[in-house]
């Protein structure tokens, strides 16, 4: 089986071009969730060992998601690839159902977009999560965690943003970040942006997802064992 790492012959380690797919960003995701800094020596010795580990299981991102997840109801917001009810959630065998983004706008952008937008959107719906520069184009969002990981110092449900230069670039690096990350990492990208979310089941990824409407915000994106699959929804971009 291929791992992550290599599975991209075009891009074999991600440059500063891909600012979701870098190097120090993927080796600090086993710890960024408690605020521990690596070396670089340790970030030498890190960084294979997470890549080696993620061909399979997908890199540890070290959260819980937050508890009060509607992860028993996702099938109710799902439909068969041919419009039917009760598909089985798995890869390929579902699409999201339209009436989950109801009275939202998902017309496809095509027009450059900031981090703001992300935020506007979550505040819309009764979310206040604000965006905060890591460093050049990449911006964290900070969601709740589960009481779990608050009480052991995680305090948040980490996802990253990053600025591209357009749809087709934000498309590759969100690519590039989920085979690099491994199965379990999921992610949304609408024009040029590109949001890397950490690793969880389909269904809790789901749950997030259909929770805080970003499947009606961007293209839903899922790492599987060897490819990235793209969940039909509302909200379309090609």
């Known amino acids: 089986m291929p ?20 190097p120090s960003q993927t080796a600090s995701n086993v710890s960024f969730h408690t605020h521990r800094s690596l070396s670089i020596a340790a970030l030498a010795v890190a960084l294979p060992l997470a890549l080696a580990s993620a061909g399979c299981s997908g890199i540890d991102a070290g959260v819980d998601y937050p508890d009060n997840l509607p992860v028993g ?15 089985s959630v798995g ?36 979310a206040s999560v604000q965006p905060k520069k890591a460093r050049g184009n990449l911006y964290w969002f900070d969601f709740p965690a589960s009481e779990k990981s608050k009480d052991s110092g995680r305090r948040f449900v ?15 690096d969100l690519h590039d970040a989920l085979l690099l990350h491994g199965p379990g990492w999921w992610g949304i990208r609408r024009s040029n942006l590109a949001v890397l979310a950490p690793k969880t089941d389909l ?7 259909i929770k805080y409407k970003l499947v009606c ?17 509302p909200y379309l971009q090609f």
């Open 73 to 87: 109801e996702v099938d109710q917001h799902l439909l068969t690839p041919e419009g039917e009810a009760s598909p």
């Open 158 to 172: 980490r996802l990253r943003l990053a600025v591209l230069d357009n749809s087709e670039a934000a498309s590759r």
């Open 203 to 209: 269904d809790e990824a789901l749950a997030f997802a």
């Open 3 to 22: 791992t992550p790492a290599t599975a991209n012959p075009m891009n074999p380690m991600p440059s500063s071009s891909h600012p979701l797919a870098s």
């Open 217 to 233: 915000w961007g293209v839903f994106t899922y790492a599987g064992n060897d490819d990235t699959y793209v969940v039909p929804g």
């Open 91 to 126: 890869l390929n065998r579902f699409k999201i159902k339209p009436e989950v983004c109801q009275g939202i706008e998902t017309h496809a952008m095509t027009q450059p977009l900031a981090p703001d937008d992300l935020a506007r959107f979550l505040e819309s719906i009764g």
